[in-house]
């Protein structure tokens, strides 16, 4: 293997990238950035068009430096607050975070401060979509530790040393928006979801009541309906609520499931009522074991259903597991469908599990954390048909929607129950003699009483592309999910591990090296592909030119799990990987 300092650099100026773009595009390019940032734009140009740091060889690191010291100037004395006037250039090298609002004359050094933590990001912002720039700069834990001091100190840092620390943390961070990072089922970087991120940050409030979030809990109110409608309940009925993420999402649904059957669990606990059980299938994610954990159920109490050899739960299997649950005295309570499983991305017969769960009345729960994107795509929504029969779905919109983490939705049919599994009447923050509507006090309805707003970075994406920009972003994820099972499924060196086009942007596949080729399909052959994987994935950590997940399934040895839902990703993006997959495998 070649080390990752040996010189290569297989980046290049694509059609589309900064370096390629003519002199005169890069003019028009600064008049609107100058237009409309300023300064900023002035040091974007000169980024994309100067003296941007291109990584000439992959393996180097670079040198500690220290933020250049600015030379210190009056601050501003005019009586506009906020100041209009032109920046002040600060020396950082004697100023703190205590020079900085709510101090007394901290308005200049807080925006020129502000202005240049701007600065650093938008031009992390711009990396993260040059593909000249590694997707990863990747150091191990210990060289990392030894390289730079981050301890703890008694003593506070100067803001000069502050901003030195931002562009240290994103130097080393992944860039997830990179067209070439495939690693995880969220990836990609909305500008419009970051300026909410950023609004939100900002405002820095809490989602338990209206007094305190009237915008955001209203939006969180509508956005809940509209995805309500599109699972298909009529009108939008129900309630639903943001959570930390799909494993919490998934661990109300297993809440709110035994409170429906066994209300008086809120009260008197798990020994008040039989053993429970819930089912979900052997592909399913994690989450619903940990739920069950969480929730006292026990982890022993999940019964793990079989599924096809596409990944798809088998009806048949889930009611005989039923049957049994009942012979021995067990109470089934909860069935827990996957509409896109994390591995394979299949997607859960949901007709016929709903007439199981019909037939047996038991709770149909939809895990869409990662398939509930698809209800925007007109042509691929029917993957999910049978999930209006759900009594509760949970949809992660930062996953296949690219939403910036977190935002994740559980969604209930039965509009009420939520609040009546959760609440704990705290009069100090839920007062009943409010002069508004306590409807929209919902945060008696959650688990936490801390909430952050998810919602805005939804909201405001969805308002900027409307459904039919999410629709364009969802079926150009899955063509190129396409593309790639196309090129691959007869190309020399490619085994898939199940046969047939994918139903999400999941393809999984071996890469098999000329080594292995020729080789009978027996146990040696099996420990030999096992490492393949892992070594490319190093590889391709150690170079920082793509990344893609592997992992082993059941009988199944280490395989390549491409996911794709990123819309910066491109067919060239999708021909890299295959050559670089092969590029730094050919001599396993």
């Not at 293997?1 to 040996?6: H, I, K, L, R, Y």
């Not at 996953?399 to 959760?422: D, F, H, I």
Request: charged share 20%; glycine share 8%; hydrophobic share 40%.
């Amino acid at each position: 293997m070649a080390s990752p300092g040996s010189g290569f650099w297989p980046f290049g100026a694509e059609e589309g990238s900064a370096a390629a773009e003519s002199p005169g595009t890069a003019r028009a390019w600064c008049q609107v950035a100058q237009k409309f940032t300023g300064g900023i734009g002035n040091k974007l140009c000169a980024l994309l068009y100067g003296d941007a740091e291109k990584p000439a060889d992959p393996g180097a690191k670079a040198a500690p430096r220290a933020a250049e010291p600015r030379p210190s100037c009056p601050a501003c004395t005019c009586d506009k607050k906020p100041c209009g006037c032109r920046r002040a250039d600060v020396n950082y090298a004697f100023l703190h975070s205590t020079d900085l609002l709510p101090a007394c004359d901290g308005e200049a050094a807080t925006l020129s401060f502000l202005q240049d933590v701007v600065d650093i990001l938008l031009q992390y912002v711009v990396k993260s979509f040059d593909r000249s720039t590694k997707v990863i700069d990747f150091h191990y834990p210990n060289e990392l530790l030894q390289e730079y001091n981050w301890e703890l100190a008694e003593q506070p840092q100067t803001l000069e040393e502050i901003l030195l620390n931002c562009r240290t943390t994103l130097k080393y961070a992944i860039k997830t928006g990179h067209p070439r990072y495939f690693n995880q089922l969220s990836t990609g970087l909305d500008m419009v979801g970051l300026a909410a991120d950023w609004l939100t940050s900002a405002a820095n409030t809490n989602m338990f009541t209206y007094e305190i979030a009237p915008v955001f809990v209203l939006l969180e109110y509508v956005t809940l309906r509209k995805m309500r409608e599109m699972v298909g309940w009529p009108g939008g009925c129900g309630d639903g609520i943001f959570s930390p993420g799909g494993a919490i999402s998934n661990m109300y649904a297993m809440l709110i499931a035994r409170f429906k059957m066994f209300p008086e669990v809120k009260e008197k606990g798990m020994a008040a009522i039989p053993r429970l059980v819930a089912f979900t299938s052997e592909h399913s994610h994690f989450s619903v074991k940990k739920g069950a954990a969480a929730l006292g159920i026990g982890t022993d109490s999940v019964i793990l259903i079989r599924c096809d050899e596409r990944g798809k739960m088998i009806p048949s299997d889930l009611e005989r597991r039923i049957l049994e649950a009942k012979q021995k005295g067990f109470v089934p309570f909860l069935v827990s469908a996957t509409a896109g499983t994390t591995v394979y991305g299949a997607f859960d017969p949901l007709i016929a599990i709903a007439d199981i769960c019909k037939k047996y009345k038991i709770w149909m729960h939809v895990d869409g954390a990662w398939g509930g994107g698809l209800l925007m795509s007109r042509k691929h929504k029917w993957k999910l048909n049978g999930v209006e029969r759900a009594n509760s779905v949970t949809w992660n919109p930062h996953k296949m929607m690219g939403v910036p983490l977190q935002c994740s939705a559980l969604l209930v049919r039965e509009e009420g129950l939520m609040q009546s599994c959760n609440q704990m009447h705290a009069s100090y923050l839920f007062q009943q003699d409010k002069h508004y509507d306590l409807s929209y006090d919902t945060g008696d309805k959650a688990l936490q009483c801390g909430r952050h707003v998810d919602v805005f970075k939804l909201w405001l994406m969805w308002r900027a592309k409307g459904t039919t920009g999410f629709e364009a972003q969802i079926d150009k994820c899955l063509e190129l999910a396409e593309y790639l099972y196309n090129k691959i499924k007869n190309r020399e060196g490619y085994q898939m591990v199940f046969d047939g086009k994918p139903q999400h942007t999941n393809v999984c596949f071996w890469y098999i090296p000329p080594s292995l080729r020729s080789m009978e399909d027996n146990e040696e052959r099996m420990s030999r592909l096992m490492k393949v994987a892992p070594v490319i994935k190093a590889r391709m950590m150690e170079y920082g030119t793509t990344m893609v997940s592997y992992q082993p399934l059941g009988d199944k040895v280490n395989f390549f799990r491409m996911v794709i839902s990123n819309p910066a990703a491109t067919h060239q993006d999708i021909d890299f990987l295959i050559d670089e997959i092969e590029r730094l495998g050919q001599d396993l």
